[in-house]
């Protein structure tokens, strides 16, 4: 791929993406769910909406464009993509000396469906696509999306022979069958060029699936360059490296509220995430403490060093890594009710890109 623009950084003790902390956890993880060996058949695409067919040097590549349409309700695996019904286990992690890397907790909730009906119901879409790569039979379910770009899609991945995956720790799923990835702009081609790869992250909902059957929620965040109307593009590698899309263009969005800091700074808010705006290119926001709090007094962590905490499923900075990151976002792994949020505070520091010290901070932005 090239032209990507989505870099990440250290939202945890160890001071390191999230997708360095995924390979970490592969090669430590201490559970591996593996469902039957899979079977290989040839590629197949098939779909209620609009397929296009392009011959390309290495063979026939399929672009499939989604119905998206009002969901009727909520679903199940939609309503656990924000509940404790996801796993959220702790990986036990070692600097592969043998020593134990202390790595932050995740806090997932219990929820009521007539709660998540009521804060994204209205939002909520059908997706309507099929398509089978190897013996895998894909199926869309819903599309939930911010107005930043940020949220999550439902899917399933069928095959006879059988399903696998590992747990790479926090409930994230990795070597999937059909693992996924999405892309914003346009889809890729068989070397990764085309739109830009955005952060996701996969998690089976192990209650509604079975050795043949993977029920999924795949979170995304498009970053800075996400603009309503955009499509998005869920794309599968065969063994041959050929790619498999499904277009998406989404058609509501979850509203996103912004909330201003007395200096002027602003972050924005949905029911599915937050981003932290930086102004300022010669530095750095560095959090500590971030904290969503209601009008009644409560609070939710979406990051808390002092509690050893993180509830987000994806955290990531934009920036086009040559200056200051831009834009920090998160995808919380549980929805928020933004009219009752009186304020978010975040405190940490200032990273000062000449060398000079570090400033401290300390904000609290409100609508």
């Not at 996400?226 to 998406?248: E, H, N």
Request: overall charge negative; hydrophobic content about 35%; proline content about 4%.
């Amino acid at each position: 791929m090239h032209d990507r623009e989505l870099f990440e950084k250290a939202f945890s003790p160890l001071h390191a993406s999230p997708d360095t902390l995924t390979e970490v956890r592969k090669t430590m993880r201490n559970e591996k769910k593996t469902r039957r060996a899979l079977g290989k058949s040839a590629v197949v695409a098939i779909a209620a909406a609009l397929t296009l067919t392009i011959a390309v040097a290495g063979g026939i590549v399929t672009l499939i464009r989604a119905d998206v349409s009002p969901a009727d309700k909520v679903d199940d695996t939609t309503h656990h993509a924000f509940t404790d019904d996801l796993d959220a286990t702790t990986p036990t992690v070692d600097d592969g000396k043998g020593n134990a890397v202390s790595v932050p907790d995740m806090e997932r909730i219990p929820g009521d469906m007539a709660t998540t009906q009521r804060l994204v119901g209205k939002y909520l879409s059908k997706l309507d696509a099929e398509m089978t790569v190897e013996g895998n039979t894909i199926r869309l379910g819903t599309l939930l999306i911010d107005e930043s770009g940020s949220g999550m899609l439902t899917y399933s991945v069928e095959n006879p022979d059988g399903v696998k995956y590992a747990d790479a720790g926090y409930g994230e799923a990795v070597d999937m069958s059909a693992e996924p990835s999405m892309w914003l702009g346009s889809a890729p081609d068989a070397q990764g060029y085309g739109g830009t790869c955005i952060d996701s992250r996969c998690h089976v909902d192990e209650d509604a699936s079975t050795d043949t059957c993977l029920q999924v929620v795949l979170y995304f965040a498009a970053g800075k360059d996400f603009q309503k109307g955009d499509d998005l593009y869920f794309t599968v590698y065969d063994s041959a490296r050929q790619p498999y899309s499904i277009a998406i263009q989404p058609q509501t969005y979850v509203p996103v509220k912004t909330m201003t800091a007395k200096n002027g700074e602003i972050v924005t808010l949905s029911a599915l995430g937050m981003t932290i705006v930086n102004p300022d290119p010669s530095r750095e926001i560095h959090t500590d403490e971030v904290l969503v709090n209601a009008k009644d007094g409560s609070s939710f962590a979406v990051e808390s060093s002092s509690k050893n905490l993180m509830n987000w499923v994806i955290g990531c900075i934009t920036g086009d890594g040559q200056a200051a990151f831009e834009n920090y976002t998160y995808v919380f792994n549980r929805l928020v009710d933004v009219n009752e949020v009186g304020s978010v505070t975040l405190t940490g520091y200032y990273y000062n890109l000449d060398g000079s010290d570090n400033d401290t901070v300390s904000l609290t932005y409100q609508p």
